[in-house]
């Protein structure tokens, strides 16, 4: 399965972006992870095929993850960016729905990423 993420771009604090990440084929559960320069990479939000999502804490009532299973495609909602959100985003497609997973080693298929700059 091919990834391939869009949408990403320079927001201020407090602004909106959605990411979008196209998949070549089905998948079950999939991830949007980030990783900020000299950071470790950390999971953001988690969906299984059936649409039910996992959150981080730090983006909780901010992300909304969401799929579209006809069109192949999962989305990122970010509402009230924060520079804290700076990051590369990642989408991480799994094989199974078993665990909807922030372990970066769950996860067999990824995309190249998109980046996300938020200015104060």
């Known amino acids: 399965v091919r990834l391939v993420e869009s949408g990403g771009g320079s927001v201020q604090a407090g602004g909106s972006l959605r990411l979008s990440c196209a998949a070549s084929?089905?998948?079950?559960?999939m991830t949007w992870f980030r990783q900020a320069p000299g950071k470790e990479r950390e999971g953001v939000a988690c969906i299984r095929s059936d649409g039910s999502p996992r959150y981080a804490d730090s983006v909780k009532g901010r992300f909304t993850i969401s799929r579209d299973n006809a069109e192949n495609t999962l989305y990122l909602q970010m509402n009230t960016l924060k520079p804290e959100d700076t990051a590369m985003y990642y989408c991480?497609?799994?094989?199974?729905?078993?665990?909807?997973?922030?372990?970066?080693?769950?996860?067999?298929?990824w995309g190249l990423g998109t980046q996300v700059t938020v200015s104060s």
């Open positions: 991480a497609a799994a094989t199974s729905d078993l665990y909807c997973s922030f372990r970066h080693t769950y996860y067999n298929y």
């Open positions: 084929g089905y998948t079950y559960t």
